[in-house]
């Protein structure tokens, strides 16, 4: 009863938030007002913030000093729940773009929100279109200084085995030539596992490892670079789901 209450009170405070922070975005953009831009950079950030508060889940960082100073990066994380995306998309302080399934943006409030604040929707079944959306998101890499976000499995993984990696945020890599960032996340399948509805209160941990240079790699190397990115996403989320009084970690 209690997780069920939890659960109703996340989605009636998540609607509320999702409506006003869309509406703010939305409003700005289409009307160009003068901190439209600003609005794009916040606005997402404390409407995941809210949804983190609302189920009672406390995100811990470490490894923050891989991200500083800001600079153009792919960060590749391991995905096991919606959750995974709330805690970076509130928690990352770099500016970011998620490159994420085209579903998503066919979204009531959430959809047209999510592509003004210029992430970039990929058509997996269309591959020509996927390289065009990779492309555009190297352009906005460039442009902004920003990183660009990407779970490699394609999917939430049901049961935490870390599943086979797509090439495509590796590609994007070598193609611009920035590095790739790995990250592992623990905790969100305790909060909300793929196929439940249901929201439990938690603490997640967020583990930022060290860049993988690209320097002197091509295209051709991408295997290898898919290979050593997964290696360390595994150990980070081993790493994270490891329950410690780690003094040393970053509470946000």
């Not at 583990?207 to 980070?236: C, F, W």
Request: glycine share 8%; proline share 6%; charged share 25%.
């Amino acid at each position: 009863m209690i997780r069920l209450l939890n659960t109703l009170r996340v989605y009636l405070l998540g609607f509320a938030s999702t409506a006003y922070h869309a509406a703010i975005i939305v409003g700005s953009t289409t009307f160009k007002t003068r901190n439209a831009e600003r609005i794009c950079f916040q606005a997402p950030r404390n409407w995941c913030r809210s949804l983190l508060w609302s189920a009672g889940v406390r995100v811990e960082l470490e490894g923050l000093e891989h991200l500083d100073p800001p600079r153009p990066a792919v960060l590749v994380c391991n995905h096991e729940s919606w959750y995974d995306v709330f805690a970076l998309a509130g928690k990352l302080p770099v500016d970011y773009r998620f490159v994420g399934k085209k579903e998503l943006a066919r979204i009531p409030l959430f959809g047209p929100a999510w592509i003004a604040s210029g992430h970039i929707p990929i058509d997996r079944s269309n591959r020509k279109a996927a390289i065009q959306s990779l492309r555009r998101a190297g352009e906005i890499m460039r442009r902004d200084n920003a990183v660009v976000v990407m779970f490699p499995e394609g999917t939430r993984s049901a049961d935490g085995t870390l599943l086979p990696f797509k090439k495509g945020a590796f590609v994007l890599a070598l193609e611009t030539g920035v590095p790739v960032i790995p990250i592992g996340v623990s905790g969100g399948r305790r909060i909300m596992p793929k196929g439940s509805l249901l929201v439990r209160p938690g603490t997640m941990r967020v583990h930022i490892g060290a860049p993988i240079e690209v320097d002197g790699l091509t295209v051709q190397d991408r295997d290898q670079l898919v290979e050593r990115a997964r290696v360390a996403v595994e150990r980070l989320r081993a790493d994270a789901s490891m329950v410690t009084d780690g003094s040393d970690q970053t509470r946000i």
